[in-house]
């Protein structure tokens, strides 16, 4: 497998690359990178065959969109570009949700940002309980017969969100959502049980992100050694902890995945990237690199071939379908967060 390898995103017939550069990492805000590494990082993964750029409005606020739009002058047509709406946008509390007035509001921001004339795909950030499925995906529909926006998918709904968008569209005679993006690594595998099943039968694109799973599959967290430094770590109290109950059982998993990669003469972070490569319903793996050495890291990942005897090894330590801890699956369903909702 190579950069070179282009991959269809699902249904769309759209070729991209195996990695898609992720650039929530990228700004001065609450990112750690700044504007011209950033802009320097944009650059070297488009020179090394990366052909998709994903961001999003809420990325240190609209930065990290206007540092692809700088990074992407004259480059943009051999991009694919998503970015996402959701996310609060400043104080206001009305600038955020899968509304029509917000969408409506969120994608100008967003081309105005990218200085784009359109946005390959435009996803839902998260889903919007508060929202009718309906009214978001008529009002993406409206943006797709302006031009503004030429596909829409979503990121991280459940598996009962993603078959009720599919009918929805289809019984309402509109187009559907045709990418889903979900976390997906060696620790977090749970949408193997039946999100990636659904995407499959619908032929939707998987963009999957996290393959390291926010450090845990840096190499760097393994039994008996200290605490790791991590900006993340300092941003998601207890989350990252090696020496909390909870993360007991996932660093063990990390420390024993290490060794496999270790027997194969590969680092921990070829053999993550790699296992998510791997599986037939991704189409291309979000990578976040903060720095340029850390994208060198991912882009030697991208050869990497697994074999069944690893596999097998991996699935021995990790079974299919499993996730640590319940936030591993990028968010909380509400009735599982919130007492009061399960409580008379």
């Known amino acids: 497998m190579s950069l070179n390898e282009l991959r269809t995103l699902g249904r769309t017939g759209a070729l991209i690359s195996p990695l898609t550069l992720g650039t929530l990492n990228l700004g001065t805000g609450s990112a750690p990178t700044g504007v011209e590494e950033s802009i320097r990082i944009i650059h070297a993964a488009l020179d090394a065959g990366i052909t998709s750029v994903d961001t999003a409005d809420i990325y240190s606020q609209g930065e990290a969109e206007a540092i692809v739009g700088r990074a992407l002058h004259g480059r943009r047509d051999d991009v694919f570009l998503s970015t996402k709406f959701h996310g609060q946008m400043g104080p206001n509390p009305a600038h955020a949700g899968n509304s029509r007035r917000w969408i409506m509001k969120a994608v100008e921001g967003s081309l105005n940002r990218l200085q784009s004339d359109r946005i390959d795909l435009y996803q839902a950030h998260r889903p919007d309980y508060n929202t009718d499925v309906l009214e978001t995906i008529m009002a993406l529909n409206d943006l797709i017969r302006q031009g503004k926006i030429l596909y829409y998918g979503t990121s991280v709904f459940t598996?009962?969100?993603?078959?009720?968008?599919?009918?929805?569209?289809?019984?309402?005679?509109?187009?559907?959502?045709?990418?889903?993006?979900?976390?997906?690594?060696?620790?977090?595998?749970?949408?193997?049980?039946?999100?990636?099943?659904?995407?499959?039968?619908?032929?939707?694109?998987?963009?999957?992100?996290?393959?390291?799973?926010?450090?845990?599959?840096?190499?760097?967290?393994?039994?008996?050694?200290?605490?790791?430094?991590?900006?993340?770590?300092?941003?998601?109290?207890?989350?990252?902890?090696?020496?909390?109950?909870?993360?007991?059982?996932?660093?063990?998993?990390?420390?024993?995945?290490?060794?496999?990669?270790?027997?194969?003469?590969?680092?921990?972070?070829?053999?993550?990237?790699?296992?998510?490569?791997?599986?037939?319903?991704?189409?291309?793996?979000?990578?976040?690199?903060?720095?340029?050495?850390?994208?060198?890291?991912?882009?030697?990942?991208?050869?990497v071939a697994l074999t069944e005897a690893v596999l097998d090894a991996i699935d021995d330590i990790v079974a299919p379908g499993t996730n640590f801890l319940e936030r591993d699956a990028g968010t909380v369903v509400p009735h599982l967060e919130f007492a009061e909702l399960r409580r008379r």
């Open 159 to 303: 598996p009962a969100q993603l078959v009720e968008a599919q009918w929805i569209a289809t019984t309402n005679h509109l187009v559907p959502p045709v990418v889903d993006q979900v976390p997906y690594s060696l620790l977090v595998r749970a949408n193997e049980r039946d999100v990636f099943p659904i995407t499959q039968q619908y032929n939707l694109g998987v963009l999957s992100y996290g393959p390291l799973d926010g450090g845990w599959l840096s190499g760097n967290y393994r039994v008996g050694v200290p605490q790791p430094a991590s900006s993340r770590a300092l941003a998601v109290p207890g989350r990252f902890d090696v020496s909390a109950p909870f993360n007991r059982n996932k660093l063990l998993a990390a420390d024993a995945l290490a060794r496999v990669a270790e027997r194969h003469g590969l680092t921990l972070i070829q053999l993550a990237v790699g296992f998510a490569l791997n599986h037939p319903a991704v189409s291309s793996v979000v990578i976040g690199p903060r720095t340029e050495e850390h994208l060198t890291d991912y882009l030697k990942a991208a050869d």
